[in-house]
């Protein structure tokens, strides 16, 4: 079964919104849907990934309907976008992702604790 890839991405993160607004710009052909679980993380909690989990991490749903995070999510999403379709394929055939995934949790990590110092996490 192939779906539109989803993109689960925190809509109360300045840094996280830029991000998405880049890449909607790029998705012309409305290849990838956008959701934002500041608003509505019931489609993660129906995958099993609470709303804390959700905020921490990048998630996906990819064209074939798996359920992919971090470094494998943002590959999932570079497939379907112009411009970045080369870097997807790129990550995937030199075996890239573990490494970027291990880069990304440290800066997930991070972004995570500055948003909850400054009092976000509380508010969710």
Known sequence: ?????TMFYDGSCPLCRREVAHYRRL???????????????AE?????????????????????GQL?????????IWRELPGYRWLARLVRTLHL?????FLYRHFA???YARRCR???????
């Open 1 to 5: 079964m192939t779906t539109r890839t």
């Open 27 to 41: 998705d012309q052909a409305g290849r990838v849907r956008w959701q934002d679980i500041a608003e509505d993380a």
């Open 44 to 64: 993660l909690t129906a995958h099993g990934i609470g709303r804390e989990q959700a905020m921490r991490r990048l998630h996906a749903l990819d064209a074939d």
């Open 68 to 76: 992919v995070s971090g470094a494998w999510a943002f590959a999932a």
């Open 97 to 101: 992702l573990p490494l970027i995934d």
């Open 109 to 111: 990590r991070w972004r």
């Open 118 to 124: 400054d009092g976000v996490c509380g508010r969710m």
